[in-house]
């Protein structure tokens, strides 16, 4: 049976948003870390493609990938990781419904596809899956990447519809509090956000208000400039603060984020060598530590797959030897550090974020080195090759920036005893270890808790050979949360 279309005078009393107020924020936002933006191209030379604009073959940001970002910081805010949404919630009123529920509304919230603001400067990393038991790469686990290279440029933009219906205060304030995780640089955005990679940031905005009951304002959107990105030499100035800039207050409304931060400042021993994927131009040498663009100059880097992996390899050591081997210990690992589970094709997302870490005023110098017959105690034919890691010297620094949402006591405790690991050099980081490269010495530890209700701080320092810790007690009642469980070490 051939179903009827709907006649005129139906379709003019179905139910229709009646759109009052239009307003568009416009913003440039900076890359801070290598970013990865995943096409899904099967056909590509590398495991995961950028995702380029078939036309001007720029970078592509699409809206969906800026809106999942935002959504979920929304989220967070409101309920702490790991809570679902309500109808009722922020989120759900400036996101729309989900996929789940069939009976949601739409999203008032335009956001628009970005296309980088010039031809997009590109970085080939290489990964693996280590082997937690014999130290070495997994077999068929090792893929590679493109990256966005930091301090690539995209000119966003969102307009928010506001209905007669709508409560225009909440949609202001939701959209506020999102934009304001990119201005405070706390969302990243694409694949491995985790482990450093998608760390961005809009420093200054420009929005436009147009009140559509009013015929000159309703005119002027018309005429508005709307496929022109990036900043408008018209009125308004850009403005530092989209609070301010939407002119709504948050003094109702609580973060309810639950995280601890850290901010480690270490100085490098000897050398270090994590290996680069990119290939080298010319005569250079074989093996050359990992470096990345900034903001035109290549700075050597600790990436934080590398960091992270080192971390979690020795937070289970620690925990066999603590507690014993059995099956909880990969549960808090798991927890902590994520989780692939490839017979139920099932993923759990990391709690813990390790950042990159820029190595400071290192030296790079070249070793020529060869493999030595063990048995005979000649030179292998053929084996002689060369290396340029990093070295450090009075001035070499790095610093590591760690973070953990929603943290018990004894996850907190592990993080302590990893951190007296990188402090005293016990735990080295990148390759070559069994020659003494990668070993750090610390400085100077900061320790942020931020809770809905309070936050708190520790430091740990050293001067002139003393080891200086405040508030030690608290920091080792941690440590004996994760050595006895029973004690209350799951507690918050």
């Known amino acids: 049976m051939t179903q009827m279309k709907p006649s005129s005078n139906q379709r003019i009393k179905r139910k229709q948003r009646e759109i009052i107020r239009r307003i568009i924020v416009r913003g440039l936002l900076v890359l801070k870390s290598p970013t990865c933006l995943g096409s899904g191209d099967a056909d590509s030379p590398t495991d995961m493609p950028l995702l380029r604009d078939s036309i001007s073959q720029k970078a592509l940001l699409t809206g969906a990938s800026i809106a999942g970002a935002l959504r979920n910081y929304l989220r967070e805010y409101e309920h702490s990781y790991g809570t679902q949404e309500s109808k009722n919630d922020l989120a759900a009123t400036l996101f729309g419904a989900t996929r789940q529920d069939d009976d949601g509304d739409q999203s008032p919230l335009i956001i628009y596809d970005s296309i980088s603001s010039a031809i997009p400067i590109l970085e080939l990393r290489d990964g693996v899956r280590i082997n937690s038991k014999t130290g070495t790469a997994d077999d068929k686990a090792k893929y590679d990447l493109e990256l966005l290279a930091a301090g690539t440029e995209f000119p966003i933009q969102f307009e928010l519809l506001i209905d007669k219906q709508a409560n225009a205060n909440d949609l202001l304030k939701g959209l506020a509090i999102a934009l304001s995780g990119l201005e405070k640089s706390e969302i990243s955005l694409g694949m491995k956000k985790q482990r450093g990679f998608g760390s961005c940031q809009v420093k200054e905005w420009q929005v436009f208000n147009f009140d559509l009951t009013d015929l000159v304002q309703c005119r002027k959107w018309l005429e508005f400039d709307h496929w022109t990105r990036g900043f408008l030499p018209e009125t308004p100035d850009q403005q530092t603060s989209i609070i301010q800039a939407l002119g709504v207050s948050l003094d109702d409304i609580q973060d309810k984020r639950d995280r601890l931060t850290l901010e480690a400042i270490f100085k490098l021993e000897g050398s270090l060598l994590i290996r680069s994927g990119q290939a080298s131009v010319g005569r ?162 900061t320790l942020s808790r931020y809770k809905p209700d309070k936050t708190t701080e520790w430091t740990i320092s050293e001067t002139d050979g003393q080891l200086q810790v405040s508030d030690a007690e608290e920091l080792e009642a941690f440590v004996q949360a994760l050595v006895n469980p029973i004690s209350g070490g799951n507690v918050a």
């Open 284 to 445: 250079a040498p074989d093996v050359v530590h990992l470096k990345s663009n900034r903001n035109g100059e290549d700075i050597p880097v600790i990436s934080g797959t590398s960091l992270a992996g080192v971390l979690r390899h020795r937070a289970e050591r620690i925990l066999n030897t603590l507690r014993g081997s059995n099956n909880s210990n990969l549960t808090i690992l798991n927890n902590l550090f994520g989780d692939v589970d490839e017979n139920q094709k099932t993923a759990k997302a990391s709690r813990i974020t390790v950042h990159e870490a820029e190595i400071k005023e290192a030296e790079d110098l070249v070793q020529t080195r060869i493999a030595i017959d063990r048995f005979t105690g000649g030179a292998y034919h053929g084996a002689l090759f060369d290396e340029q890691p990093i070295w450090g010297n009075d001035k070499t620094s790095l610093t590591i920036n760690l973070e953990v949402r929603k943290p018990s006591n004894s996850e907190i405790g592990l993080l302590l005893l990893l951190l007296k690991d990188l402090w005293t050099g016990d735990l080295p980081i990148g390759g070559q270890s069994s020659i003494g490269r990668g070993r750090l010495k610390g400085i100077k530890v």
